[in-house]
């Protein structure tokens, strides 16, 4: 089968290739990094760090390890072996050449202090989701039913395999959430962490509520706390922070917590089969969850950061606001296929606040299929929104 042509490919090529002696990609486990830096940069040996004799090699011995690679080479988790930084610093000091190295790693560790240490200003971060909607619209000319999207959610094996969804979202829960995670964090109690990301994905769409989680699971605040970042640091879960202009004092301070992958969620969630989702209490959120996290693709996918933001006071709430320079879009999601006129409530309450800022950029996402421009918001579906918000 022919290889997706990722969205993000044009940035990196484009952009950072002239530029940088070290790009970075991080992202999910599975969300298809090495076969986009192989795509990108198919000259390039690739050396996969997980495995041992490699992992062994480079951390016994650093500078021999890079100079089997004069050109430069890709180095696949390359959090395996954190030292090799420090050593690929003095070579593209030296050097000067564009994009030698191409790393990649499944944990967030441009927020770790070996990047920020080792290679500030050498290497440009981005972060590389599963597929988009767009992304599985325009390579495999298909339209999957919410339900279907909501349960298989978007990691790439499952489409570009066409494999059961439910073992293979089952099995990256086994292997990496409690496996891995369990490994990196020394957590002790495996039956503890499994309940924990299961009531993570019962709080989809909520405020975060540390305290109310640990009082649930009899463990202490800081306990959930490291928990939390840990799921961040391994893009398991994304924290949608609240948006502030110092407007009212009433605001909530906390993010809403989402999932980058909304399958991995329903799975977690115990859903079986995608008619579950017709009805299923969880649905309002997960849709919401879809939405808000590809805006989120498409943000990284043209090298911006996420800007994404929820408004949240003692009287309105507004799912998403969409930050563009000065300019603040303001986005409800409803996974109703009908238009209510409640549904605009929000969004005017909060143009009212914010007037220049929103200048009529309202939005409703929804499930239903009809296009309308409203005088009080532009009503686009789930696949067209990103697009409608992004043209205006």
Not at 26 to 54: A, C, H, I, M, W
Not at 239 to 246: D, E, I, K, T, V
Not at 325 to 347: G, H, P, Q, T, V
Request: proline share 4%.
């Amino acid at each position: 089968m022919e290889t997706i042509q990722r969205e993000i490919s044009k940035f990196i090529k484009d952009e950072l290739s002239r530029i940088y002696p070290v790009i970075t990609i991080t992202g999910p486990r599975q969300s298809g990094k090495t076969t986009l830096v192989k795509q990108l940069f198919p000259e390039k040996p690739y050396v996969n760090l997980e495995r041992l004799d490699e992992r062994e090699f480079a951390s016994a011995d650093p500078l021999r390890f890079l100079k089997q690679f004069p050109e430069g080479v890709i180095l696949d988790e390359v959090q395996q072996v954190p030292d090799l930084l420090s050593y690929i610093q003095a070579i593209v000091d030296e050097e000067k050449i564009k994009a030698k190295f191409i790393l990649t790693g499944s944990q967030n560790f441009a927020l770790m202090n070996t990047i920020s240490q080792s290679l500030a200003g050498r290497t440009a971060v981005v972060h590389l989701l599963p597929f988009s909607l767009s992304e599985i619209v325009a390579h495999y000319k298909i339209h999957p039913s919410l339900e279907d999207l909501l349960y298989k959610g978007f990691y790439p094996r499952i489409y570009d395999e066409k494999a059961n969804a439910r073992i293979i979202l089952s099995d990256y829960i086994q292997t990496y959430l409690e496996k891995d995670l369990r490994d990196w964090s020394r957590i002790q109690d495996l039956n503890l962490f499994r309940k924990f990301i299961k009531m993570c994905a019962a709080r989809i769409g909520q405020v975060l509520n540390t305290k109310n989680i640990a009082d649930d699971l009899g463990v202490s605040h800081v306990t959930i706390k490291k928990w939390i970042n840990l799921l961040e640091l391994s893009f398991i879960v994304y924290l949608l922070p609240p948006f502030s202009a110092n407007i009212n004092k009433q605001l909530v301070k906390s993010p809403k917590l989402y999932f980058y992958d909304v399958g991995l969620a329903s799975q977690l969630l115990g859903i079986e089969r995608p008619e579950q989702l017709v009805t299923h209490s969880m649905r309002g959120s997960l849709f919401e969850n879809l939405v808000i996290i590809e805006f989120l693709k498409y943000r990284f996918n043209s090298g911006k950061q996420a800007n994404l933001y929820f408004y949240k006071d003692k009287s309105k709430e507004v799912d998403l606001i969409y930050k563009d320079a000065e300019e603040l879009s303001a986005i409800e999601i409803k996974s109703s296929n009908r238009i209510k006129d409640e549904y605009f409530n929000a969004l005017d309450y909060f143009e009212k606040l914010f007037p220049r800022e929103v200048s009529g950029r309202k939005y409703l996402a929804y499930a239903g299929d009809k296009a309308q421009d409203r005088s009080r918001a532009c009503i686009a579906n789930y696949y067209e929104i990103v697009d409608r918000v992004n043209k205006a």
